[in-house]
């Protein structure tokens, strides 16, 4: 089906907006789980100038793009059109004719690409010996606290403050990796919580260079939270650093649920 110029699909689901150029992209990616009730697809031409503007200010430059449910503002979109969504197997991504359509409506909210959209980061990291065989572990959890994955890094040769901050990364890029878009971060690491925060300055440039890569990272959720907790209360992390202090530097292992 040849695409209608300047047409944009808006698609909602829990609190995150999606906006595509095309049915076609947003069907690559949510696939078969926006398939329910839950999902809502909508559709405008001629997307407003003020809303590139505004993706553009939040750091949202390219032809697809998503946004929290708090950053979107009334009538960014303009005019939309709700949109029934079908699966891309059952009649390629067709819309029905807008005579079958619900009026015309502004939409307001935002839009999640996966069913669970929020986890828990407990993270933390051992060295034998500070300087000494160094390792990172992380574990993942949904909101009721039951374990999804649990990550190990081996870190080389090194002390415990760079392990720590190798174990957040690790968690980091593996809540990305599954589609996360909230996280909670939780660590027994004073240092790594407050200079993450930007509450304690990086006067080490190694330290400095890891703590950049860390805000990197938690930049790129809608929304990032990190807590620091007492060293009974980070066991389970606390385990796998101790286990991947047996891996060699860059190797990586996952107990996922």
């Known amino acids: 089906m040849e ?16 906006i595509y150029k095309s049915l076609s992209d947003f069907q690559d990616q949510l ?16 997307l407003p100038k003020k809303a590139e503007e505004y993706f553009a200010s939040h750091g949202l ?48 909210g935002v839009i999640d690409f996966s069913s669970n959209c929020s986890c828990i980061l407990e993270f933390d990291g051992a060295s034998k010996g500070n300087p000494g ?10 909101e009721d606290g039951s374990q999804i994955c649990r990550l190990r890094e081996g870190v080389g040769v090194d002390t415990n403050n760079v392990a720590e901050y190798r174990a957040l990364i690790l968690g980091l890029r593996h809540a990305l990796k599954k589609g996360y878009r909230h996280v909670c971060a939780q660590g027994d690491s004073l240092l790594v919580c407050k200079q993450v925060q930007g509450l304690w300055k ?3 440039q190694n330290m400095a260079i890891l703590c ?30 101790n286990l991947a202090t047996n891996l060699r530097a860059g190797q990586v292992e996952e107990d996922c649920m």
């Open 202 to 204: 990086t006067k080490n």
């Open 212 to 241: 950049k890569e860390a805000r990197e990272l938690k930049d790129k959720f809608l929304s990032f939270q990190i807590n620091h907790v007492l060293r009974e209360f980070n066991s389970e992390a606390d385990t796998q650093a």
């Open 3 to 18: 695409e209608e110029k300047d047409a944009f699909y808006v698609v909602r689901k829990g609190d995150v907006v999606g």
């Open 31 to 46: 696939g078969s789980s926006v398939c329910d009730s839950s999902a809502s697809v909508y559709k405008g031409y001629c």
């Open 133 to 142: 065989l160094a390792g990172a572990g992380a574990v993942l959890r949904a």
């Open 61 to 108: 430059k390219n032809s697809t793009y998503s946004i929290g449910a708090l950053n979107v503002i009334d009538g960014l979109f303009g005019e939309l059109v709700a949109c029934p969504y079908q699966h891309p197997d059952s009649s390629r991504g067709k819309v029905p004719d807008s005579d079958n359509n619900p009026p015309t409506k502004r939409l307001q």
